[in-house]
């Protein structure tokens, strides 16, 4: 099984950008189609951006959608997540996923990263 790092989190003002990156080992993500996620206090885990297996098509939540960018590279093996136009509603810990066992990027996915925080003041 893939195990996943995130990095790039940090804390910034409204109007800031950040670019998360998670990187892998054990295994190869050119197999996976990848997820980001994110989790605020006291909410469930939601689903924010995901990219296919060649990182040709990526499907954008419409919270982030015009904000966020997800990309990858599959030769050193990482995703990331340009965050621009941050707002304070988009803070959460984030979170790298491969694929569910269906193929889909869902929360119904075995795989996470340990996670990273963002923080966004006003």
């Known amino acids: 099984q893939v195990q996943l790092v995130e990095s790039g989190g940090g804390s910034v003002q409204a109007g800031g950008s950040l670019r998360l990156s998670c990187a892998a080992s054990?295994?190869?993500?050119?197999?996976?189609?990848m997820g980001w996620f994110r989790q605020a206090p006291g909410k469930e885990r939601e689903f924010v951006a995901a990219?296919?297996?060649?990182?040709?098509?990526?499907n954008i939540a419409n919270s982030a959608k015009g904000r966020f960018t997800i990309s990858r590279d599959n030769a050193k093996n990482s995703v990331y997540l340009q965050m621009n136009s941050l707002k304070p509603e988009d803070t959460a810990v984030y979170y790298c996923a491969t694929e569910d066992r269906r193929g889909v990027v869902t929360t119904d996915t075995e795989n996470w990263g340990q996670g990273t925080q963002v923080t966004v003041s006003s």
């Open positions: 990219i296919s297996r060649s990182g040709g098509v990526t």
């Open positions: 054990g295994g190869i993500i050119s197999v996976y189609a």
